[in-house]
Structures are given as C-alpha cells and as structure tokens.
C-alpha cells in the first residue's frame, strides 16, 4: 500500500478542511510547459530517482500525492494559480514526490540527476478541497476559485503558492481519482 503524507484534520468545514502538515521532504523538478502536462513531462525524472537513480541506488517507496505549483521563478504566474493568457509552453511548474516519512535530509539516497531538488519543507498549516475527476487547468482554477472563496468567508490568510494534489495513477477512472487543491494558510488559535 502506498504511504499517503500525514497531516491532522485541524477543523472540517463544508466542502473543506484546515489541516495541519509536519515538517517533509519533497523530490521536485521543474518543467516547462501548460498545466496539464507537467505532471507527465517531470514523472519520469523523478520515477527514475526513486527507482535506484541515485548515488545509493537504492530505492525510494512511491508515496502520495504528487504535488504541482507554479515555479516561483515564473513571471507568468501568480498567487491566484497559473495564469492563463501566458504561453503554456514557457510557464514553468514545479511537481514534487513527497518523500516517505522514515526519510531525514541525512537518510535520503541522493539524486544522480541534477535536475531533482530536495527539499525538506517546514510543518505548515493548510486548507485542502478534495475533489474527483480530471487533471485539467480548467477544473483546477474552479477547485482552487472555491477554496480561496471559502478561506477568505473564514478569515484564514492566504500565506503562499496554491498546490495541486494528486494522488491516483492515470489509469484510474477519473471519477474515483482523488484530487485536492492547497492553500498555505495563517492559522489563528480559534481555527
């Protein structure tokens, strides 16, 4: 059974959830690309790390979800998500394998390939809309135009990138995948 990265469900909302995530690593690489793609055009690069291409060779469990964000570096892109009106080929994501949790900095194989970041990434607390169906732009900004709605009716600040959660393999049937959309928030004491 794949590990799924722990979080504790801070408040349950209508159609959403405040959780809060524990300090994990992440694998990432950037691409170039539309949205849609991304995932696929970096699935490989980081298959390949996890299945032995590593200064270790040693292999690294596949865990869910994959996450997706736009590169901080891409002017195209803003707060709100990926921006539309810009090039699909030129914007740039970042899609990351969240590393299984028995895993410190010290502990995790290596990439060989120089494209692959690590990064360990701090506890923060999020808000999560879970929702079934396709990988599109389209049906990622309506997820994402939903949650921010939501936030903000609930007084949480927005403090970083939306994310793109998925946690499916692409043969599955897209109305059983599960997807969430994540927003870092500032959590007050009463949340």
Do not use: C
């Amino acid at each position: 059974m794949t590990e799924s990265q722990p979080y504790d469900v801070v408040a349950d909302r209508d159609g959403w959830q405040l959780r809060h995530y524990p300090p994990h690593l992440v694998a990432e690489v950037e691409v170039s690309g539309d949205f849609t793609n991304a995932g696929s055009r970096a699935f490989g690069v980081l298959v390949s790390f996890i299945s032995g291409n590593n200064i270790e060779r040693g292999k690294v469990a596949m865990t869910a979800p994959v996450l997706q964000e736009s590169a901080p570096d891409d002017a195209s892109a803003t707060a709100s998500g990926p921006a539309s009106d810009a090039d699909p080929d030129l914007r740039r994501h970042r899609v990351a394998f969240v590393m299984p949790s028995k895993y410190t900095l010290a502990t995790l194989p290596v990439p060989n390939d120089r494209r692959i970041t690590i990064r360990e990434m701090p506890a923060q607390d999020m808000a999560a809309r879970t929702f079934s169906g396709r990988w599109s732009e389209r049906v990622y900004r309506d997820q994402l135009a939903a949650l921010r709605h939501d936030v903000s009716a609930d007084g949480l600040e927005v403090v970083g990138s939306p994310r793109f959660a998925r946690f499916d393999p692409p043969w599955k049937p897209t109305f059983l995948r599960r997807n969430e959309v994540l927003l870092p928030v500032l959590r007050t004491t009463s949340a």
